[in-house]
């Protein structure tokens, strides 16, 4: 299956220079190049795409409130958002995240981890790199640091299933909560699949930021950001 790529950025050679590289992969075709916010959302309308890189400051309509149109137009549910920065410590990348995401670049990334990112964002799965992401969740909330994960977290969830998103928020695939929490790999996914349901989150990147901003997972403490153990 191709997978069809919009990329908006207002940098006429950095577009250029990612629809090179995205048309040389024989799995994938940029469909559609926007410069500014609002082209890149009326492109998608039209074009339809599986995945959009979007940049997150340009003109018109920035990434984030672009991402944020996209997410909430219904005829494009299926339309994945991977969002580019300059430095992986921009906080505007956790109001990206908030506003639907599935993940984020650095545009420094080198070639093959862009296509990879692209592969896993478009295949449903979200992008988030444990260790910035982490640090710009800690510093935009500014939870207390306990040393602990904090009690509490989304209602509605069983204990086991805060687990799961305790080790989803601290970065692990499903394979290593599986390894974790003595489970299959199939159980591992069926319980990420459920919490998804029950939260009503589009992907693991809003399940992330879910377990910070409900007290899940205590933002700057060492338990939430490396320890992997649960508690």
Known sequence: MTVRVL??????????AFAMLVDSAPDMAVVGQAGTGRAAVELARAERPDLVV?????PDLDGIEATRLLVADASLADVKVLVLTTYDT???????LRAGASGFLVKDTRPAEL???IRTVAAGDA?????????LIARVLRGPDTGEPVRGGPEGLSE????VLRLVARGLNNQEIADTLGLSPLTAKTHVSRIMGKLNARDRAQLVITAYETGLVAPGSVG?????SVK
């Not at 939430?224 to 992997?228: H, Q």
């Open 7 to 16: 990329l908006a950025d207002d940098q006429t050679l950095v577009r250029a």
């Open 54 to 58: 979007m940049d997150i400051r340009m």
């Open 90 to 96: 921009d906080e505007h990348v956790v109001d990206a």
């Open 115 to 117: 296509l990879d990112a």
């Open 127 to 135: 992008l988030l790199s444990p260790g910035p992401t982490a640090r």
């Open 160 to 163: 086991r299933e805060r687990q």
């Open 224 to 228: 939430a950001l490396g320890d992997t």
